[in-house]
């Protein structure tokens, strides 16, 4: 039964967030019953999961009506995922990305003031490991996003800001996903590897002023190159 539940899910959330069902389309349960060939109780429970999302809404004699891309919970896992693998991936990553522009430079600064020992010496051991990776060639490959991952949710962590620890989910999910549609290059840019280690090093030092500068300069240097990527277009 979950696993029904959570196909019904996943292809109605997919094809609402792809656009195929508008901001004002109708279902009814039954009409979803038998599109799907699911039972009354699998269909109530993928419409409850895609309300807590805000995807949709159900009313009393009216049915259950697609909500406005402004009511949808833009941080839910499930949702990122659906934009990511339909048409408006290039959407999603720039919005994930202009977040990242926002909060990152912000999580060094308070990083440089409030890492402990252990994770200033860890950040430092996660961006030489992610140079030398990246250095040999393999941009693209699973370790090298392991380690790219592990460093930025590191510094979020480090910021010991709440909220933007709580930012850690979107911010893999687009270096994830960058992954997944094959945008990053075999070697990184020039200056990208550099950058996570001057961020390390500023962060280590206690330099928030030059944790934040080196930070900024990462994140737009990432964001142009998901703006000007022609694959996303």
Same mark, same amino acid.
């Given at each position: 039964?979950?696993?029904?539940?959570? #196909? *019904?899910?996943?292809?109605?959330?997919?094809r609402i967030a792809a656009g195929e069902f508008p901001p004002?389309?109708? !279902?009814?349960?039954?009409?979803?019953?038998?599109?799907?060939?699911?039972?009354?109780?699998?269909?109530?429970?993928?419409?409850?999961?895609?309300?807590? @999302?805000? @995807? *949709?809404?159900?009313?009393?004699?009216?049915?259950?009506?697609?909500?406005?891309?402004?009511?949808? #919970?833009?941080?839910?896992?499930?949702? &990122?995922?659906?934009?990511?693998?339909?048409? !408006? $991936?290039?959407?999603?990553?720039?919005?994930?990305? /202009?977040? $990242?522009?926002?909060?990152?430079?912000?999580?060094? %600064? +308070?990083?440089?003031?409030?890492?402990?020992?252990?994770? %200033?010496?860890? @950040?430092?051991?996660?961006?030489?490991? +992610? $140079?030398? =990776?990246?250095?040999?060639?393999?941009?693209?490959?699973? /370790?090298?996003?392991? &380690?790219?991952?592990? !460093?930025?949710? +590191?510094?979020?962590?480090?910021?010991?800001?709440?909220?933007?620890?709580?930012?850690?989910?979107? =911010? %893999?999910?687009?270096?994830?996903?960058?992954?997944? +549609?094959?945008?990053?290059? %075999?070697?990184?840019?020039?200056?990208?590897? /550099? /950058?996570h280690e001057a961020v390390a090093e500023a962060i280590s #030092?206690?330099?928030?002023?030059?944790?934040?500068?080196?930070?900024?300069?990462?994140?737009?240097?990432?964001?142009d190159e998901i703006q000007v990527d022609d694959s996303l277009?």
């Amino acid at each position: 039964m979950a696993g029904i539940h959570s #196909d *019904v899910t996943d292809d109605l959330g997919a094809r609402i967030a792809a656009g195929e069902f508008p901001p004002g389309s109708v !279902f009814t349960l039954a009409q979803l019953e038998h599109d799907y060939g699911a039972s009354r109780t699998v269909v109530r429970e993928a419409v409850r999961v895609l309300e807590s @999302l805000g @995807l *949709v809404a159900s009313r009393r004699r009216v049915g259950i009506t697609v909500q406005p891309r402004d009511c949808w #919970d833009a941080f839910a896992p499930q949702l &990122i995922e659906w934009n990511l693998q339909g048409p !408006f $991936r290039r959407q999603q990553l720039s919005a994930l990305m /202009e977040l $990242r522009v926002a909060v990152e430079p912000t999580a060094a %600064r +308070l990083a440089a003031l409030r890492a402990t020992p252990t994770q %200033r010496a860890e @950040l430092r051991r996660l961006a030489a490991q +992610l $140079r030398a =990776v990246g250095e040999a060639g393999h941009g693209t490959s699973d /370790e090298f996003l392991a &380690i790219d991952i592990a !460093f930025h949710e +590191l510094l979020l962590r480090a910021s010991g800001n709440p909220q933007l620890i709580a930012l850690r989910n979107p =911010v %893999r999910d687009v270096l994830a996903g960058r992954a997944r +549609l094959g945008l990053n290059p %075999r070697i990184p840019a020039p200056g990208t590897l /550099e /950058e996570h280690e001057a961020v390390a090093e500023a962060i280590s #030092d206690g330099d928030a002023a030059a944790a934040e500068r080196h930070s900024r300069s990462h994140m737009h240097g990432v964001w142009d190159e998901i703006q000007v990527d022609d694959s996303l277009r």
